[in-house]
């Protein structure tokens, strides 16, 4: 009766060393990825945050000068909160950083439009999103050009995100008073000038 036991606990032996070796590599394995996410991504104090881009243009980069909607990805790293579609905008509405500024990036945001966002919301693949009026400090934004670049680095900085395939805008929850800003019409392409898609929590 002894052989059969003593195998059983020999085979016992060897396939818990063998998990546990496993194990071990397992762990290293976790713990390198983990280490290689955390560096990526990024920690500030106890807090994790996440990379994402914001679009800007840079006369140094863009190959054609009168295409005013080119636009160059520059990283961000933000709170990674399960709305990160709200802090890119938040990111890209404060602008370039100065370093980038030397670095030829250029954008209507800056300081004084970081709390342009009022509200960003996600449905059937539509980013609706509300700004606060700042219309005076964005005055260049309704030109030909300046509206190129403002939709440019807007859309582009949300349409990085799976879930956003088409964005829709209004000032203080009316579409209206941004499209009439923009000299656009209400039509299909704007749900011709819907606010109620605003107004829901």
């Known amino acids: 009766m002894t052989v059969p036991i003593n195998k059983t606990f020999a085979a016992s032996k060897t396939w818990c060393a063998t998990l546990g070796a496993m194990t ?3 762990l ?3 713990v390198t990825l983990i280490s290689g996410c955390t560096s990526r991504r990024g920690v500030v104090g106890d807090k994790a945050v996440a990379a994402i881009n914001v679009y800007f243009y840079n ?7 009168i295409d005013c909607a080119a636009t160059f990805a520059v990283e961000r790293y933000v709170p990674a909160t399960s709305d990160l579609v709200a802090e890119a905008l938040h990111s890209l509405f404060r602008g370039p950083t100065p370093k980038e500024l030397e670095e030829g990036y250029w954008s209507f945001f800056s300081d004084e439009t970081a709390g342009l ?5 996600v449905e059937n693949g539509i980013a609706y999103l509300d700004l606060k009026d700042m219309r005076q400090i964005l005055s260049g934004a309704t030109s030909s050009c300046g509206s190129a670049a403002f939709y440019s680095q807007v859309e582009r900085t949300l349409l990085q995100f799976p879930n956003v395939k088409k964005v829709i805008y209004a000032i203080e929850g009316d ?3 941004f499209y009439d800003w923009m000299n656009e019409a209400c039509g299909p392409d704007n749900q011709y000038c819907d606010p109620s ?4 929590q």
């Open 24 to 26: 071990l590599v397992t």
């Open 197 to 200: 898609p605003f107004s829901k």
């Open 117 to 121: 966002l009022k509200r960003v919301r």
């Open 175 to 177: 579409p209206r008073v």
């Open 59 to 65: 006369e140094r980069m863009a190959t054609d000068p």
């Open 28 to 30: 290293f394995v976790f």
